[in-house]
């Protein structure tokens, strides 16, 4: 039997419970649907990372992200990497980044025989550099007159668009051939949520840069949000999510109209979720370790129609990668701390036992660790490390209580997997490895406009 392809899809700050095949109502995400229609659903899928940084060393590597010198600099060298096994397997691999965090000086390209670094067209105003010229980005009048003029005033471009994504990759598939391995990384549902063909009157984009203000005011003096404004965002993000959704059906329409889809499997999943003000933020601020951040989307399609079917053991993005070498027939690599999921669709799930996930937020020498398991989440903050925290997810879902005091053989039992998570995370640190990534101005800005960079 011929290897099977690989379409690897990831989609940036998704939460779980915005997809109608995780509960929602508004019909927004047909192609995604699809995909877990006939495909595998993971209702808790947990993340290793609290943002694009920490989670995809966990995705594409298999290893925690403060493991082999942490995940602030580029991708260690000394990381397993499944991508090179599967090249060195015949597997031709093309990968298609939009985020300037998961770039080939990010060491993102390893192992990708083909690696597309794509970068928004365009440059930011030049007003926004002048003293006091912002101001006037929040005028529809300057806007109007910009027009006039032939200035494009809209805010820049942070990152390709989901529609030219899409467009780039299927031109370049068409001299593809099987096996592969395809990564494709759409950012449209990161913030900023406004689509760039929708500011096409003046009010519109004044509007947009009232919004880049009010968001980054809120989130850095932690301000209240009130519940019609809240709204507003929200909106704004479920038709982003709408236009990537179409994305991802123009990407499986077109690779199966020039029959690159047979005897391919499908993987989509979300680097981590988004923060719809439960914490009294927008966006995934990085120490924000709760599941509206943690509990991802995964979803697997394997080749040919069959009926979809949910899983409900808790699994880990660590797990992807062990899959995707487990499903192509390559014996696993040594380092990597997932496991396959195959075993659960192959009647062993009697043997499949849910064990603990973490997912951590590492900066410099401040580190949150959260274990969760199906029934608590403990976090650990080594700013606070005599103050955990700790939740029965089961009568506490919104995680608000905090019950470490009530249960103390749990918290040392919590406890021991944190120190040991940290222990390791010191004895993985490699030596002279270089600890930071050197951007551009640019992609600077780009970074700083997405709210990575102060």
Avoid at 207 to 224: C, F, I, M, S, Y
Avoid at 296 to 302: N, S
Wanted: charged share 20%.
């Amino acid at each position: 039997m011929d290897k099977p392809n690989i379409l690897f899809i990831s989609i940036d700050a998704l939460r779980a419970d915005v997809l109608g095949c995780y509960g929602a109502l508004d019909g927004r995400t047909p192609n995604i649907d699809n995909i877990a229609h006939y495909g595998f659903r993971f209702e808790q899928a947990i993340t290793g990372g609290s943002w694009t940084q920490a989670a995809f060393p966990v995705i594409f590597s298999s290893t925690y992200a403060s493991w082999y010198g942490g995940c602030l600099g580029p991708l260690s060298a000394s990381r397993p990497s499944p991508v090179e096994a599967l090249a060195s397997h015949g597997y031709t691999t093309v990968g298609f980044s939009t985020n300037p965090h998961l770039s080939q000086k990010s060491g993102y390209g390893r192992g990708f025989q083909r690696f597309f670094d794509l970068i928004p067209p365009g440059q930011d105003i030049w007003l926004r550099k002048i003293r006091g010229g912002q101001r006037l980005l929040y005028q529809s009048a300057f806007h109007s007159i910009a027009r006039l003029f032939g200035i494009d005033s809209r805010p820049p471009h942070l990152y390709v668009s989901a529609e030219d994504l899409t467009d780039r990759i299927l031109k370049e598939s068409e001299d593809l051939q099987g096996p592969f391995f395809l990564w494709a990384h759409y950012m449209d549902v990161h913030w900023p949520n406004h689509l760039q063909k929708s500011l096409t009157n003046p009010g519109a984009i004044a509007q947009a840069w009232k919004d880049l203000t009010h968001l980054n005011k809120v989130n850095r003096k932690g301000l209240p949000m009130s519940p019609e404004k809240l709204e507003y965002y929200k909106q704004l993000y479920r038709k982003a999510l709408k236009y990537t959704d179409a994305q991802v059906g123009r990407l499986l329409d077109g690779l199966n109209q020039s029959n690159l889809l047979n005897n391919t499997i499908i993987i989509l999943v979300s680097d981590h979720g988004e923060e719809f003000y439960e914490r009294d933020r927008w966006g995934h601020v990085e120490r924000n370790v709760y599941d509206e951040i943690i509990r991802v989307p995964l979803l697997i399609q394997l080749p040919g129609e069959q009926k979809g079917k949910i899983f409900f053991h808790q699994v880990s993005t660590l797990d992807i990668m062990p899959t995707i070498l487990d499903l192509s027939g390559i014996i696993q690599q040594s380092g990597l701390q997932g496991r396959s999921l195959v075993p659960l669709w192959k009647n062993s799930e009697g043997s499949f036992m849910n064990r603990p996930a973490i997912c951590e937020m590492r900066r410099d020498d401040w580190h949150i660790v959260a274990v969760r398991t199906p029934d608590y989440k403990y976090i650990w903050d080594s700013k606070t490390p005599h103050e955990p925290l700790l939740y029965d997810l089961r009568a506490d879902p919104f995680e608000k209580v905090n019950i470490c005091d009530n249960y103390h053989d749990l918290h040392l039992e919590f406890q021991a997997i944190v120190d040991k998570h940290c222990r390791l995370s010191e004895e993985t640190r490699p030596v002279g490895e270089a600890t930071q990534v050197e951007h551009d101005q640019v992609v600077i800005q780009r970074l700083r406009d997405l709210g990575y960079v102060d």
